[in-house]
């Protein structure tokens, strides 16, 4: 069974428009990582946040780790069409593991110029 | 760094025939992993080596699965004999540490079985 779940499944926005996708997951975990897709390629790791942290930015990427509500959200601020692609949360769980990356269904992200 | 190298790209083969993947992980990364992702199932992980050993096989589906790393620098995942639900795209990925670092993956074989 998958550990993390993104919602939406879709979602289409239009060039600059902000993206936020939400993760949810459901045992303790160590670490929770993004990784994006694109079409026919392999994942791309785009950021880690751990337990004990709170936020975490990189580039036009913000990421948030709420562990009370075991939930994460991925925001990408002033999309471009060639953010279009899938992204994957997944998690690693306390204690950390390099066995159970485990990846959730992923959201498939549109940005329409 | 080349990356993760996989080969093939695609392999389309017939039932019954037995399919080998390859994978060559970035030098220095002591983890390397095995997933196969389809549209039903999504990401799976098949198995994972750490320092060439075989840490953990209970992703691989059946017994006509094999995997094996014979040195740093190189791993296999064999199919025998293939059969048409083993259409997939196959990755593998490495890391280095215990998944308190991101992983980087190779860009996948899609393999068809006919």
């Known amino acids: 069974s998958q550990q993390g779940e993104e919602d939406p499944q879709a979602l289409s926005i239009q060039e600059g428009e902000n993206a936020t996708m939400n993760c949810s997951y459901k045992?303790?975990?160590?670490?929770l990582q993004w990784y994006r897709q694109n079409s026919g390629r392999g994942l791309v790791h785009l950021i880690l946040?751990?337990?004990?942290?709170r936020e975490k930015h990189s580039g036009r990427l913000r990421v948030t780790l709420d562990t009370s509500k075991k939930s994460s959200s991925l925001l990408i601020t002033a999309s471009r069409a060639a953010d279009t692609a899938s992204y994957f949360c997944?998690?690693?769980?306390?204690?950390?593991?390099?066995?159970?990356?485990?990846f959730g269904s992923g959201t498939q992200l549109t940005v329409l110029p | 760094d080349a990356g993760v190298i996989q080969s093939p790209r695609h392999e389309v083969t017939e039932m019954g025939q037995e399919v080998t993947l390859r994978c060559k992980p970035i030098?220095?990364?002591?983890?390397l992993f095995w997933y196969r992702q389809t549209m039903m199932r999504g990401l799976e992980l098949l198995i994972y080596?750490?320092?060439?050993?075989?840490?953990?096989d209970s992703g691989m589906p059946e017994d006509r699965f094999s995997a094996k790393m014979p040195n740093a620098s190189f791993s296999t995942l064999k199919i025998q004999p293939s059969e048409p639900r083993d259409s997939a795209v196959y990755f593998c990925?490495?890391?280095?540490?215990?998944?308190?670092?991101?992983?980087?993956f190779g860009s996948g074989t899609r393999l068809t079985v006919v």
């Open positions: 990925a490495s890391s280095l540490g215990t998944g308190a670092y991101g992983y980087t």
């Open positions: 080596f750490n320092n060439n050993v075989p840490i953990d």
């Open positions: 997944a998690t690693v769980p306390s204690p950390g593991s390099a066995r159970q990356l485990t």
């Open positions: 030098s220095g990364h002591d983890y």
């Open positions: 946040i751990r337990s004990n942290e």
């Open positions: 045992t303790s975990i160590n670490n």
